[in-house]
């Protein structure tokens, strides 16, 4: 799978996710994708509507078979919640009562604490159609909420168990802004393999006749030169420049490259290694 490594280590940790009564095989096989992807191992899963073992939830797991072969089925919530410490239950609707609420990044912060210290946390998530029930709600330490579209707030369970485990692994990074990897260093290419291009660049042109009319040449030159000197070309993105500009000066539909060396090329070739007078002759 791309993205996959089986050579590095997997992270099998953290808060047990709780399904309540799911529906749909589907959707608990995303839901273990998802806390793959950023660490989560521990699923539990209370009264699945479909029975489990359930083979289209291993199927759209897409891989994630440790989570899949870890899940632990309880008849009732409080069965599911009996040895934890600390709980959160999720919801996309204002609740009654006297519970603290919070958003999905103050609470993946909290659950990062608490299971640094030793506690045994959990994140609770509804059913597809219609979420938690008060009660069940009432179970939980704490409420977490996403600040969704008002008009359109419901979240399919996979993309709800997603937010919160990313929330979770960011909030173990030293900077949560640090990208898991970074682009190679770019290394500026010296000014004699940039002047190279612009010249060679500028030769194709004015066999072309593009410095039209002449008195305007040079600053038009000026102009090329400025547009082709900003970007700070590696010497590999000259190459490739290179390249194609050769392919445009020296050939043509009717002299394609690989099927004659126009004499403008061998000339090129011949000036490159301190040849010219003899290609002349």
Known sequence: MA?????????????????????????????????????????RIVNPRDGWPNEKARSAASKADHVIDGVRVFDTLPEALADLNYVIATTARERDGFKPVRGPVEAGRILRGRFQSGQRTGIMFGRERFGLYNEEVGLADEI???????????????????????????????NELEPAFRAPEIVTAPKVALQGMIEHLEDALD????????????????????????????EAEIKVLR???????????????GGSYPERKAKADAKAHGQESKADD
């Open 144 to 174: 977490v909420t996403f600040p969704v579209n008002p008009a359109f707030a419901s979240l399919n369970i996979a993309q709800a168990v997603l937010l919160m485990s990313y929330e979770w692994m960011k909030a173990g990074m030293e």
């Open 3 to 43: 993205g996959t490594d089986r050579e590095k280590v997997l992270i099998q940790e953290g808060p047990a996710v709780i399904l309540v009564e799911p529906q749909l095989g589907e959707n608990i096989g995303m839901v273990a994708r998802a806390m793959a992807n950023f660490g989560l191992a521990e699923l």
């Open 243 to 257: 390249g194609i500009i050769a392919s445009l000066d020296y050939y043509s539909p009717k002299e394609p490259r």
């Open 207 to 234: 066999v072309r006749g593009y410095f039209r009319p002449t008195a305007k040449k040079p600053k038009m030159v000026d102009n090329l030169r400025a547009v082709l000197t900003r970007p700070g070309f590696s």
